[in-house]
C-alpha cells in the first residue's frame, strides 16, 4: 500500500524567503504524485502533478517540486514567499489508480 | 461554469439524526469522491464512485452511505449522526487513473 509523509505539520517563512515543504511517499510501484494548496474556507487546489514525464514539475504561483526516486521524495519549493502563499498544503500518490492518498498537510504560515 | 458544488456549506444536526450532503458536478468524470478532514489526518476516503450505480468503500466508510443514480451527483448519507462525524466533508471528481482530482468547497457539519 502507498503512503505519504508530510515532515513538519507547521512551517513558517518570512516574506521573500526559500519556502521549502518536504513529502516522502511509499510505494512499490512507479507513483503519480501530486501537491495541492488550501486557503481557509476552501476546497482543494490543484498546484502541480508528477505524471513520470519530468522529475521537476512547474505548478502554478512560482511553486515547484523534484521527484527524486532514490530519496522517494517530491519537496514543494518557491523561491521567494508571498503573503498570499499562507495556506495548507497536502501531497498525495496515485500508483494506477483513481484513488489518492493523502499527506497530513502543512501549514505554511509567512512572516511578515 | 463547469464545477463541483456541494450543499449545505454549514450544517448543525444532533446525535442520531439522519443527514445528507449533496455533490454536484458538471464536468461529466466518471469518478467522484468523498472525503473527510480532520485535524492531525488530512483527507480521508469515505467512498468513491467508478459511474453511476457503482460505489465502493474507502478508508473509512462506516456509518455513511452513498448512492450515484446520475452520474453528475453523488449524495452522501449519515443514517444516525454521531458526534465523531463532525467533519469537514469533501466531494471530488476526476475522470482517468493517475489523474488529479477537482474538489469542492467542502461541507462543515457539526453534530451535537
Redesign the interface.
Known sequence: AQSVTQLGSHVSVSEGALVLLRCNYSSSVPPYLFWYVQYPNQGLQLLLKYTSAATLVKGINGFEAEFKKSETSFHLTKPSAHMSDAAEYFCAVSVGNEKLTFGTGTRLTIIP | DAGITQSPRYKITETGRQVTLMCHQTWSHS?M?W?RQDL??????IY?S?AADITDK?EVPDGYVVSRSKTENFPLTLESATRSQTSVY?C?S?G???Q???????TRLSIL
Open positions: 469518478y469522491f472525503y492531525g489526518h488530512g483527507l480521508r476516503l468513491y467508478a474507502g469533501f471530488a476526476g482517468q487513473r493517475n488529479p482530482q477537482h474538489f469542492g468547497d467542502g
